[in-house]
């Protein structure tokens, strides 16, 4: 047995290094590898991010600029705007770009402390702290709140910094069915009886974690369902809001305000500020006890460098803007306009025949693509018709589940997205990824 095993070892590898091989040398004609600093092909570099619509310039020989489809910059504040840069530009003066200390250590400055409340009033909970990294947040977090004699039921699509926060903390994992309430109900019930009070049953505690959007499926949660079965079983839940803070709902306050669920029954709220904010790091957001034993708990936040104070700065000006504190309409017209953009696209995607992932409202779309031999000359094609496209394939998603995610952004115009409506049609053509009768066109 360990001679068969030997010789699977071997084959693995070398099919690994043909595939290496292979997309390295299909990705390299477009990425004109000699100028690119990265050694690797994977990586590409991207010269500057404009301000006029979310466009990149990238260091390429046949492309010299090209829509973005590929960047989490949903409300459009990833590029200079005429509210927040101003604002970040006298932070940077007034603060420095970095505080170079701890939180606990003169590391909270005013802004700091504002953040927090800003952040805690946004998502609608008595408080909130955050960290520098979004990633980290959950790594870290995690094992703060629960260990071992603790039970984590996460969905099978989870975040990898959900994956392993969850694994840091020693508690038992369970997994259930992605974002499917009966599943997570029935493994709920192989561990617990139905309203059994928390005292007396085997686990310390239980913490049911799912994401708001999903974000290499598109999915909204079906959090109203998910809500409930926790309450039935009294589970505290986890709401992971990366992708949907800012990006939907009314009010741009996320998957609560879009599905109607109170955030008074979500136990713990995480997001990132680098998606719909344009800035970095994450936040954690509760009640005050909970808010108050993390920070002075979470090794994260004693012992690790405060957020960026401009970064900050960066965070707080946007929610202004989401919530027309800066006197004027442009958060309600960024919310209304990334919600019809994202509609319009996903419909005319479908309507060629493609098979695209996700809920409506939701800006997050994969193309389903399913072989990974198709991703290189797909990536490829729109490239060089200047259409930048995220490609998705193992180990991210399961092996023949290779896809094509596309992001859509309040920054994108109608044009913008038509013209990319038209080379992703004749890319998928080429590429042979239609897998749906088109719709005919209306006269
Ligand atoms: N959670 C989810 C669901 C994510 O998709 C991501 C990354 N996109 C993160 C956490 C980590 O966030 P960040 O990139 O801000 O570190």
Redesign the pocket.
């Known amino acids: 047995s360990y001679g068969l095993l030997f010789a699977f070892g071997q084959l693995r590898d070398f099919f690994r290094k043909i595939f290496d091989w292979w997309s390295h040398n299909s990705l390299e004609d477009c990425f004109n590898r000699p100028i690119c600093s990265s050694p690797d092909a994977w990586f590409d570099v991207v010269e500057r991010i404009s301000n006029d619509y979310n466009k990149t310039l990238k260091r390429t020989t046949r492309v010299d600029r090209c829509l973005n489809l590929g960047s989490?910059n949903y409300l459009g504040f990833a590029a200079a705007d005429e509210y927040c840069t101003p604002r970040v530009i006298e932070s940077l003066k007034k603060f420095s770009a970095s505080t170079c200390s701890t939180r606990v250590d003169g590391g909270t400055t005013t802004l700091h402390a504002e953040l927090e409340e800003c952040v805690a009033n946004f998502v609608g909970k008595p408080a909130a702290v955050v960290f520098g990294?979004?990633?980290?947040?959950?790594s870290a977090i995690l094992p703060v709140l629960i260990g071992k004699g603790g039970l984590i039921i996460s969905d099978s699509l989870?975040?990898?910094?959900?994956v392993n926060g969850a694994r840091g903390s020693g508690a038992t994992i369970r997994v259930f069915q992605h974002n499917t309430p009966s599943h997570l109900e029935k493994v709920l019930r192989e561990q617990i009886a139905e309203g059994q009070p928390r005292t007396h049953r085997p686990w310390k505690k239980i913490i049911v974690v799912v994401?708001g959007i999903?974000?290499m499926e598109g999915e909204l949660c079906q959090l109203p369902e998910i809500v409930s079965i926790c309450k039935k079983y009294r589970a505290y839940i986890y709401l992971?809001e990366?992708?949907s803070i800012g990006a939907v709902g009314k009010s741009g306050r996320g998957v609560c305000d879009l599905l109607g669920v109170d955030t008074a029954d979500i136990d713990i709220m995480?997001g990132?500020?680098?998606?719909s904010f344009g800035s970095?790091?994450?936040y954690i957001a509760g009640s005050k006890e909970l808010i108050e034993y993390l920070k002075h708990n979470c090794p994260a936040h004693l012992y690790a460098t405060s957020i960026s104070p401009p970064a900050a700065q960066q965070i707080m000006s946007s929610i202004k803007v989401i919530l027309g504190e800066d006197g004027s309409s442009r958060g309600a017209q960024k919310l209304a306009r990334i919600r019809e953009n994202s509609n319009f696209f996903r419909s005319e995607l479908q309507k060629m025949g493609f098979e695209v992932l996700g809920d409506n409202d939701s800006p997050v779309m994969p193309i389903m693509l399913y072989n990974p031999a198709k991703i290189p000359a797909f990536s490829r094609e729109c490239l060089k018709r200047n259409v930048a496209v995220v490609t998705v394939a193992f180990p991210a998603t399961p092996l023949l589940l290779a896809r094509a995610r596309i992001c859509i952004s309040a920054a994108h115009t109608r044009e913008d997205l038509t013209k990319a409506l038209e080379v992703i049609s004749r890319v998928g053509d080429m590429v042979g990824v239609k897998y749906f009768p088109a719709e005919p066109k209306k006269q």
């Open positions: 989490y990294m979004g990633y980290a947040t959950n989870n975040h990898n910094s959900i994401e999903y974000s992971d990366a992708h995480m990132t500020f680098t998606k970095c790091g994450g």
